[in-house]
Structures are given as structure tokens and as C-alpha cells.
């Protein structure tokens, strides 16, 4: 079994950046990593996703501002996220899957306000 454990959410106003991080509790070999987020009162969606052969994509929402990232020997998985807007106010998860089994996090929030 592997936990997930988001951190770095926040209140940040308009057009600054947080950086979310998910630490694992123990090295695993994932095919793929990826960060969704849910917004008040809609449902989750994927935000950017890096597989195990290091493709990334992103949702077009949020590309040229969020960045995917993984450092393997911090079991950890990032998501850069500047120039935010109101609307990437929301629950971010982490998500990692390694053939049937996924994994997610708790979840961090994310309040974009000025």
C-alpha cells in the first residue's frame, strides 16, 4: 500500500503561484503520475499527468501556466502553478496508477482571491 500526501496549497491572490508537492511513503514505479483538482460545486477534473516514460500533458486550462514535475528520489510529484486565476480555485489531488492499482491523496485547497 502506498499513501500520498499533498502539501502547498494556500490562499494566494490573483496572478501569483503556489507549488504543490505529493510525497509518497515509499518508492514505487508508477506508469503514470497526475494532478486533478475539483472546483466548489463541479466535478473533478485532470489538470496535467506525467507518465513513467516522462510524457507530460496538461489540460488546456492551465498550460504555458502550471508545470508538472517528479524527482524519483524524493518519492515526490510537483505541479507549479503561476499566473492564477479565480477560477483554478479548488481541491487539488494528487493521482499516481501502476497497472490496475491507483492511488490518490487527500487533497490540498487552493483559493485564488484577492
Known amino acids: 500500500q502506498v499513501q500520498l500526501v499533498e502539501s502547498g496549497g494556500g490562499l494566494v491572490q490573483p496572478g501569483g503561484s503556489l507549488r504543490l508537492s505529493c510525497a509518497a511513503s515509499?518508492?514505487?514505479?508508477?506508469?503514470?503520475y497526475a494532478w486533478y483538482r475539483q472546483p466548489p460545486g463541479k466535478q473533478r477534473e485532470l489538470v496535467a499527468h506525467i507518465t513513467g516514460g516522462g510524457s507530460i500533458d496538461y489540460a488546456d486550462s492551465v498550460k504555458g501556466r502550471f508545470t508538472i514535475s517528479r524527482n524519483n528520489s524524493k518519492k515526490t510529484l510537483y505541479l507549479q502553478m503561476n499566473s492564477l486565476k479565480p477560477e483554478d480555485t479548488a481541491v487539488y489531488y494528487c493521482?499516481?496508477?501502476?497497472?490496475?492499482?491507483?492511488?490518490w491523496g487527500q487533497g490540498t485547497e487552493v483559493t485564488v482571491s484577492s
Open positions: 515509499r518508492m514505487m514505479i508508477f506508469s503514470v
Open positions: 493521482y499516481a496508477a501502476s497497472g490496475p492499482l491507483t492511488y
